[in-house]
């Protein structure tokens, strides 16, 4: 799987969009990038993938440089229970294959009041 | 809601007595998961059941087995727990016969070893 890099933390204003950045330089063109967050003592949760398009769904967008070497995360509008290590990690899509996640070190984003 | 439980949320152990910690999922996907994830670290890739094939990380100490009795459970078995294994555990599942590639987490286990 391809590495990430990931700032180790963030801070964001309540109410404000938080865009947390990934670079992912040497990804391939089979790999997807998968954003998951993990609140404290809980499991990570998933929020988007996306191979190359723009994605959006209830709780993100991913914006995807057509290059493909580096991607935002962004949750439009950041409440105090967005606080939580944000993972980028990315890995070919599973189909046919179960191997399991490989979790770098993660943004810390903090949500401020 | 289908979901992969975790329990118990807390376990106490002490030095060297054997523990089990289970994991159930009604999400009926076929195959789950093992991390170890210490304090302030990434959560780590311990084993994986592929359906019933048993699949270990190359660097996963022999200490720890799992077992998987069915589809819907499976077991991480600490033989001997040592201080150093105090730790998150966290079960997943995924399912592999449709493409999306998604991880579904349980809470997890917080072992303490004293």
Redesign the interface.
Known sequence: DAKTTQPTSMDCAEGRAANLPCNHSTISGNE?V?W?R?IH??????II?GLKNNETNEMASLIITEDRKSSTLILPHATLRDTAVY?CIV?A??????D???????THLIIQP | DAM?IQNPRYQVTQFGKPVTLSCSQTLNH??M?W?QQKSSQ????LF?Y?DKDF?NEADTPDNFQSRRPNTSFCFLDIRSPGLGDAA?Y???T???D???????????T?LTVV
Do not use: D, E, I
């Open positions: 997807y998968y998951y993990q003592s809980q499991g990570p949760q998933y993938h993972y890995r899509l599973s189909g046919g294959g179960a399991g996640l490989t979790f770098g070190k993660g | 992969v076929n195959v998961y991390y990434a959560p780590k890739l994986h592929y699949n998150m966290l079960c997943a995924s399912r592999t449709r493409a999306w590639g998604g991880y579904t987490f349980g809470s997890g917080r």
